[in-house]
Every structure is written in C-alpha cells, then in structure tokens.
C-alpha cells in the first residue's frame, strides 16, 4: 500500500461507498472500499495513513470487532463509525474504543466530510506524535547512565550544586555532564530537555 493517506471503508452499503467516492474526490484523497471486516484485514498492512470508515453491523466480523482487532494491535487508523441501528451501548463501545465519532445513517454528505476530514487530521497528528516519540526517545538512548541520571535531575528543577551534593561529585563534574548530555541530544535549554523526556515513550 502507498504513504498517501487513504479513505478505508468497510461497509456492504453500496450508498456509503457512493457517499465515500464523492467524499474522497472532495477532499483529495483516495477511497479503497471493502465489503468485509475479513477482507480488509487480508489487505491492510497495519502502517497505512488515513482513516476507516466502518459499519457497526456487518455479516462475519461486526465494526466493534474490527475496530477492537485494530487497538488491540496498536494500528494507527481513526476510524468513523457509521450504523442506521445505532444505541447508547454501541455509541459508548465506539468511543472508548477511540472512534472520532459515531454517525447515524442516513446521514448528509458535508456531515460525512466534516467527521472523515477530523479523522484525517487525527491520524496526522498522531503520526507526527509517534514520529516525535521515536525521535526523543533514539537521542536519550545516545546517553550513558550517569549523564541519564542528570537529566533527570535538571527536569526535576535542580540546581548544579545540589546535583553535585546528591551524586557526590564536583559542580565542574556537573557542569561537564550537563553540557556532554545537551549536545548530545541537540538540546539549547531545559526547556528543550523537558520536552525531550515528555516526548519519549520511555521516559
């Protein structure tokens, strides 16, 4: 599958996929429409970008399945949830599974782009976050465990000397550390090295 990201649909509706191709061409970006929760997982390489549009009730497979299936194996897809029999329960499972939303069938066309260009724009925010994380976290495993120690230090509001206090070490061995870690993850303030703590998964 391409990088570009792309509209999933998993629904036998054949108006949601008439909705779908419409919605696509307006916004820019391709559809690829699956009839099945079991046929879109035999194409589906779990790093393609874009976002699913999915039915809750389907033969085989129902969406809260699938949609379970994906979080379940750390699958970065937003997914619009789409049903013409849709409760409070199903709604609820939907959401606390990670759904941008729940839209009732039948639905408006600007509705349906409305909720797909959120899910679009989820999923490209949480790439850039998954990018940011991968960086941070390949810059702090450059440094050796004293210097991991002094970073966290300097996080924690310390001062040089209370540093050296507390590692039984001079202000100057300190200092040292201090500067070694920064240029070694790019970092020019403290504020740069917080943000690289927060960032990294492993933090």
């Known amino acids: 599958m391409s990088a570009e990201p792309t509209i999933f649909v998993v629904d ?19 559809v690829r429409a699956f009839a099945s929760a079991a046929e879109f997982l035999a194409a589906y390489d779990g790093r393609q970008p874009g976002c699913l549009v999915l039915d ?20 970065p897809l937003p997914v619009v949830m789409v049903s013409g029999h849709a409760d409070v329960r199903i709604a609820v499972e939907a959401m606390t599974l990670g759904a941008v939303t729940l839209l009732e ?9 409305t909720h ?3 899910a679009l724009d989820k999923g490209a925010a949480d790439r850039e976050a998954r990018r940011h994380a991968a ?12 210097e991991r120690e002094v970073l966290e230090m300097i ?4 001062t040089n000397r209370a540093m050296a206090d507390a590692l039984g070490v001079s202000v100057r061995a300190v200092e040292d550390r201090r500067a070694r870690l920064m240029r070694k993850v790019g970092a020019s303030s403290v504020a740069d090295l917080v943000k ?8």
């Open 135 to 146: 960086d941070a976290s390949a810059r702090l495993a450059t440094l050796t465990a004293k």
């Open 116 to 118: 797909v260009r959120r």
């Open 196 to 203: 690289l703590l927060t960032a990294s998964p492993r933090s």
């Open 56 to 75: 809750v009730r389907m033969p085989g497979m129902t969406g809260l399945e699938l949609q379970r299936a994906l979080a379940d194996a750390g699958a």
């Open 12 to 30: 036998d509706d054949e108006a949601v996929g008439r909705a779908l191709a419409t919605a696509g061409k307006l916004l820019g970006h391709p």
């Open 105 to 113: 069938k039948p639905f408006r066309l600007d509705e349906l782009l």
């Open 155 to 158: 996080a924690a509001g310390n």
